[in-house]
């Protein structure tokens, strides 16, 4: 089983509607969990981390924790075209340190 | 935020040639950087931790001999890939670490290789 799932998609959906990402994970230990963005070419860039169960909150965009699901989500409001990128979940526990990657999720924001 | 260079962006090799990308971390010191692997509709894969001034550690599976890291600074690594064969060809990609409450990885814009 791999430590981090996330769907590949691809993802499509219409300008302005509200997007749902989401990542499992396995291991209980993990305690940083991040979403990356990455534009095609580029390299990842963050947009958000949290290390608590609960919702963060940061413009459009809202990170979700549910630890005792191992369940991450991102979800976005109000979608853009330029939101169309492959975004990538992140987890972080110390004594590892380092960052396990899910898959990532092509996502596309139809004008 | 904190700035991470690469170069080249994009390369391309006759098999059998030695291939050196380099890393650098602009505006912070980076004690520890990190070399990723991406292959088309797929994830990172981190291949090594560089460590300034000493020896990189690799993960399982990635070939030290192969792919030779450097890092002989606190704002420069390097991976060169030795003998490149076309199963080599990949989007690498480095990030350093600045600290921070999770040490913070950033990253560059990637290395388009391709051996030809």
């Known amino acids: 089983q791999k430590e981090v799932e996330q769907d590949p998609g691809p993802l499509s959906v219409p300008e302005g509607a509200i997007v749902s990402l989401n990542c499992t994970y396995s291991?209980?230990?993990?305690?940083?969990f991040m979403w990356y963005r990455q534009y095609s070419r580029k390299g990842p860039e963050l947009l958000m981390y949290?290390?608590?169960?609960g919702n963060k909150e940061d413009g459009r965009f809202t990170a979700q924790v549910d630890k005792s699901s191992k369940y991450i989500s991102l979800f976005i409001r109000d979608s853009q075209p330029s939101d169309s990128a492959t975004y990538l979940c992140a987890i972080f526990r110390f004594g590892n340190e380092k960052l396990t990657f899910g898959t990532g999720t092509r996502l596309t924001i139809i004008p | 935020g904190a700035v991470v260079s690469q170069h080249p962006s994009r390369v391309i090799c006759k098999s059998g040639t030695s291939v050196k990308i380099e890393c650098r971390s602009l505006d912070f010191q980076a004690t520890t950087m990190f070399w990723y692997r991406q292959f088309p509709k797929q994830s990172l894969m981190l291949m090594a931790t560089s460590n300034e001034g000493s020896k990189a550690t690799y993960e399982q599976g990635v070939e030290k001999d192969k792919f030779l890291i450097n890092h002989a600074s606190l704002t420069l690594s390097t991976l060169t890939v030795t003998s490149a064969h076309p199963e080599d060809s990949s989007f690498y990609i480095c990030?350093?670490?600045?600290?921070?409450?999770?040490?913070?990885?950033?990253f560059g814009p990637g290395t388009r290789l391709t051996v030809l």
């Open positions: 949290t290390y608590s169960s």
């Open positions: 291991n209980s230990a993990f305690q940083y």
């Open positions: 990030s350093a670490e600045s600290g921070g409450p999770y040490n913070e990885q950033f």
